[in-house]
Protein backbone atom coordinates (compact mmCIF):
# COMPACT_ATOMS: atom_id res chain seq x y z
CA UNK A 1 0.00 0.00 0.00
CA UNK A 2 1.09 3.54 -0.77
CA UNK A 3 1.90 5.68 1.89
CA UNK A 4 -0.96 8.72 -0.07
CA UNK A 5 -3.60 5.94 0.21
CA UNK A 6 -3.01 5.24 4.08
CA UNK A 7 -3.75 8.59 5.32
CA UNK A 8 -6.77 8.92 6.35
CA UNK A 9 -9.56 11.41 5.22
CA UNK A 10 -7.13 12.39 2.58
CA UNK A 11 -9.38 15.17 0.74
CA UNK A 12 -8.35 16.09 -3.25
CA UNK A 13 -7.20 19.04 -4.10
CA UNK A 14 -10.13 20.66 -6.05
CA UNK A 15 -8.83 23.18 -7.38
CA UNK A 16 -6.89 20.69 -10.14
CA UNK A 17 -8.89 19.53 -12.93
CA UNK A 18 -11.09 16.44 -11.83
CA UNK A 19 -9.52 12.72 -13.42
CA UNK A 20 -12.28 9.85 -14.79
CA UNK A 21 -12.08 7.52 -12.50
CA UNK A 22 -12.47 4.91 -15.72
CA UNK A 23 -9.66 6.11 -17.83
CA UNK A 24 -7.28 8.72 -15.93
CA UNK A 25 -7.63 11.52 -18.34
CA UNK A 26 -8.00 14.96 -17.13
CA UNK A 27 -10.96 17.37 -17.62
CA UNK A 28 -14.62 16.39 -16.80
CA UNK A 29 -15.32 14.09 -13.62
CA UNK A 30 -16.54 11.83 -15.81
CA UNK A 31 -15.01 11.65 -19.91
CA UNK A 32 -16.91 11.64 -22.94
CA UNK A 33 -15.62 8.26 -23.55
CA UNK A 34 -16.06 6.24 -20.18
CA UNK A 35 -20.02 7.89 -19.55
CA UNK A 36 -21.99 5.73 -21.78
CA UNK A 37 -21.40 3.49 -18.60
CA UNK A 38 -23.74 5.61 -16.44
CA UNK A 39 -26.45 4.75 -18.52
CA UNK A 40 -26.20 1.10 -18.89
CA UNK A 41 -29.53 0.65 -17.74
CA UNK A 42 -30.92 3.87 -19.54
CA UNK A 43 -33.12 2.19 -22.25
CA UNK A 44 -34.55 -0.65 -20.20
CA UNK A 45 -38.42 -0.44 -19.17
CA UNK A 46 -38.70 0.38 -15.70
CA UNK A 47 -39.54 -2.23 -13.13
CA UNK A 48 -37.84 -5.15 -11.95
CA UNK A 49 -36.58 -7.19 -14.95
CA UNK A 50 -38.38 -10.86 -15.47
CA UNK A 51 -36.16 -13.19 -14.63
CA UNK A 52 -34.15 -11.66 -11.70
CA UNK A 53 -35.03 -13.10 -7.98
CA UNK A 54 -35.94 -10.23 -6.28
CA UNK A 55 -39.41 -8.42 -5.80
CA UNK A 56 -39.03 -4.73 -5.10
CA UNK A 57 -39.00 -4.91 -1.16
CA UNK A 58 -42.15 -3.42 0.24
CA UNK A 59 -42.76 -0.93 0.80
CA UNK A 60 -41.04 0.88 -2.01
CA UNK A 61 -43.52 1.09 -5.23
CA UNK A 62 -40.57 0.95 -7.31
CA UNK A 63 -36.64 0.93 -7.06
CA UNK A 64 -34.31 2.03 -10.01
CA UNK A 65 -30.82 2.13 -11.18
CA UNK A 66 -28.66 3.52 -13.57
CA UNK A 67 -26.25 0.50 -13.38
CA UNK A 68 -24.56 -2.27 -12.34
CA UNK A 69 -22.00 -2.14 -9.82
CA UNK A 70 -18.86 -2.50 -11.53
CA UNK A 71 -16.14 -0.84 -13.76
CA UNK A 72 -16.37 2.97 -14.13
CA UNK A 73 -19.40 2.98 -11.57
CA UNK A 74 -17.61 1.37 -8.93
CA UNK A 75 -14.44 3.51 -9.01
CA UNK A 76 -16.51 6.42 -9.41
CA UNK A 77 -18.46 5.86 -6.35
CA UNK A 78 -15.89 4.63 -4.41
CA UNK A 79 -13.64 8.08 -5.14
CA UNK A 80 -17.26 10.42 -4.44
CA UNK A 81 -17.03 8.38 -1.52
CA UNK A 82 -13.57 7.51 0.18
CA UNK A 83 -11.16 10.14 -2.11
CA UNK A 84 -13.24 13.61 -1.97
CA UNK A 85 -13.81 14.22 -5.42
CA UNK A 86 -17.22 15.54 -4.69
CA UNK A 87 -17.40 16.76 -8.56
CA UNK A 88 -18.14 13.43 -9.69
CA UNK A 89 -21.71 14.11 -7.72
CA UNK A 90 -22.48 15.69 -10.90
CA UNK A 91 -22.45 13.36 -13.16
CA UNK A 92 -23.79 10.61 -10.91
CA UNK A 93 -26.79 12.61 -9.97
CA UNK A 94 -27.49 13.39 -13.73
CA UNK A 95 -27.60 9.56 -14.88
CA UNK A 96 -30.15 9.58 -11.68
CA UNK A 97 -32.31 12.37 -13.12
CA UNK A 98 -32.02 10.23 -17.03
CA UNK A 99 -33.05 6.97 -15.39
CA UNK A 100 -35.59 8.53 -13.35
CA UNK A 101 -37.30 10.36 -16.45
CA UNK A 102 -37.12 7.92 -18.54
CA UNK A 103 -38.98 5.49 -16.87
CA UNK A 104 -41.49 7.88 -16.43
CA UNK A 105 -41.94 7.32 -13.02
CA UNK A 106 -42.72 11.17 -11.12
CA UNK A 107 -42.24 11.79 -7.55
CA UNK A 108 -42.87 15.04 -5.57
CA UNK A 109 -39.25 15.04 -3.63
CA UNK A 110 -36.28 13.47 -3.28
CA UNK A 111 -34.61 12.50 -0.43
CA UNK A 112 -31.51 11.39 0.18
CA UNK A 113 -30.69 7.93 2.00
CA UNK A 114 -28.22 9.82 5.26
CA UNK A 115 -24.78 8.21 6.15
CA UNK A 116 -24.48 8.53 10.14
CA UNK A 117 -23.67 11.96 11.40
CA UNK A 118 -20.43 11.56 12.65
CA UNK A 119 -19.16 9.88 9.49
CA UNK A 120 -20.93 12.33 7.37
CA UNK A 121 -19.28 14.90 9.81
CA UNK A 122 -15.38 13.33 9.22
CA UNK A 123 -15.58 13.14 5.47
CA UNK A 124 -17.43 16.97 5.10
CA UNK A 125 -20.23 15.77 2.66
CA UNK A 126 -22.92 13.29 2.06
CA UNK A 127 -22.59 11.25 -0.87
CA UNK A 128 -26.13 10.64 -1.45
CA UNK A 129 -26.68 14.00 -0.67
CA UNK A 130 -24.87 15.18 -3.25
CA UNK A 131 -25.64 12.98 -5.96
CA UNK A 132 -29.48 13.53 -4.70
CA UNK A 133 -28.59 17.59 -5.46
CA UNK A 134 -27.47 17.20 -8.56
CA UNK A 135 -30.52 14.62 -9.60
CA UNK A 136 -32.94 17.10 -8.41
CA UNK A 137 -31.42 19.77 -10.31
CA UNK A 138 -31.66 18.07 -13.64
CA UNK A 139 -35.55 16.96 -12.84
CA UNK A 140 -36.65 20.53 -11.29
CA UNK A 141 -37.43 18.50 -8.12
CA UNK A 142 -36.52 19.49 -4.45
CA UNK A 143 -34.02 17.70 -2.75
CA UNK A 144 -35.24 17.37 0.98
CA UNK A 145 -32.50 15.60 3.51
CA UNK A 146 -34.88 15.16 5.92
CA UNK A 147 -33.70 11.56 6.91
CA UNK A 148 -31.05 10.87 9.67
CA UNK A 149 -29.55 7.57 10.71
CA UNK A 150 -30.72 7.22 14.48
CA UNK A 151 -28.05 4.90 15.26
CA UNK A 152 -25.00 3.52 13.61
CA UNK A 153 -25.38 0.33 11.55
CA UNK A 154 -22.82 -2.25 10.55
CA UNK A 155 -21.48 -1.70 7.11
CA UNK A 156 -24.27 -4.05 5.27
CA UNK A 157 -21.45 -5.57 2.57
CA UNK A 158 -19.98 -7.10 5.87
CA UNK A 159 -23.70 -8.96 6.83
CA UNK A 160 -25.99 -12.00 4.80
CA UNK A 161 -29.61 -11.15 3.27
CA UNK A 162 -31.52 -12.05 6.34
CA UNK A 163 -28.91 -9.94 8.65
CA UNK A 164 -28.92 -6.86 6.22
CA UNK A 165 -32.51 -6.21 7.31
CA UNK A 166 -32.21 -7.10 10.98
CA UNK A 167 -29.23 -4.30 10.90
CA UNK A 168 -30.89 -1.43 9.17
CA UNK A 169 -34.87 -1.62 10.90
CA UNK A 170 -36.15 1.01 12.72
CA UNK A 171 -32.35 3.05 12.30
CA UNK A 172 -33.61 5.65 10.18
CA UNK A 173 -36.20 8.75 11.76
CA UNK A 174 -37.36 12.65 10.38
CA UNK A 175 -35.01 14.66 11.33
CA UNK A 176 -37.95 17.20 12.46
CA UNK A 177 -39.56 14.65 15.11
CA UNK A 178 -43.43 15.17 15.30
CA UNK A 179 -43.07 15.81 19.05
CA UNK A 180 -41.78 19.27 17.91
CA UNK A 181 -44.80 20.64 16.91
CA UNK A 182 -42.99 24.16 17.61
CA UNK A 183 -41.00 23.86 14.79
CA UNK A 184 -42.93 21.76 12.39
CA UNK A 185 -46.69 23.28 12.60
CA UNK A 186 -47.79 21.91 9.16
CA UNK A 187 -46.72 18.25 8.07
CA UNK A 188 -44.62 19.17 4.98
CA UNK A 189 -44.82 15.26 3.91
CA UNK A 190 -48.37 14.77 4.05
CA UNK A 191 -49.61 13.54 0.37
CA UNK A 192 -46.15 13.41 -1.05
CA UNK A 193 -44.54 11.17 -3.36
CA UNK A 194 -40.63 10.65 -2.05
CA UNK A 195 -38.38 9.50 -4.17
CA UNK A 196 -35.34 8.02 -2.32
CA UNK A 197 -31.67 8.40 -3.77
CA UNK A 198 -28.52 6.66 -2.30
CA UNK A 199 -25.46 5.54 -4.14
CA UNK A 200 -25.17 1.37 -4.44
CA UNK A 201 -28.77 -0.65 -3.80
CA UNK A 202 -27.80 -4.62 -2.82
CA UNK A 203 -30.90 -5.92 -1.09
CA UNK A 204 -33.17 -3.34 -0.54
CA UNK A 205 -32.93 -3.35 3.19
CA UNK A 206 -31.80 0.36 3.85
CA UNK A 207 -33.92 1.61 1.20
CA UNK A 208 -37.20 0.02 2.93
CA UNK A 209 -36.20 1.26 6.35
CA UNK A 210 -35.85 4.49 5.10
CA UNK A 211 -39.31 4.20 3.78
CA UNK A 212 -40.85 3.32 6.94
CA UNK A 213 -41.24 6.90 8.80
CA UNK A 214 -41.71 8.96 5.77
CA UNK A 215 -44.86 6.55 5.34
CA UNK A 216 -45.69 6.91 9.05
CA UNK A 217 -45.39 10.55 8.74
CA UNK A 218 -47.93 10.74 5.93
CA UNK A 219 -46.07 10.24 2.41
CA UNK A 220 -48.65 8.72 0.11
CA UNK A 221 -45.95 6.97 -1.62
CA UNK A 222 -41.84 6.29 -1.70
CA UNK A 223 -39.81 4.96 -4.65
CA UNK A 224 -36.20 4.62 -4.78
CA UNK A 225 -33.40 5.02 -7.59
CA UNK A 226 -29.66 4.65 -6.85
CA UNK A 227 -26.40 5.16 -9.26
CA UNK A 228 -25.80 1.39 -8.90
CA UNK A 229 -26.61 -1.84 -7.98
CA UNK A 230 -24.74 -4.98 -6.54
CA UNK A 231 -25.37 -8.39 -6.49
ZN1 LIG B 1 -12.69 8.26 -19.05
Known amino acids: MSHV ?49 SDVP ?23 KYSGETRLAVPLGEAVARRWRRVGA ?54 DRSTRATNVRGAFALRDRADRPDRAPRNPLAGRWIVLVDDVVTTGATLSACAEPLLVAGAIGVSAITVARER
Open 5 to 53: AAIPGRLLDLALPARCPGCGREGPPICAGCAPALDARLELPGGVPIGLP
Open 58 to 80: APLLQLEWCAPFGGLVRRALHEL
Open 106 to 159: GGDVLVPVPVHADRARRRGYDQAELIARAAGRALGLPCAPILERTRATIAQFDL
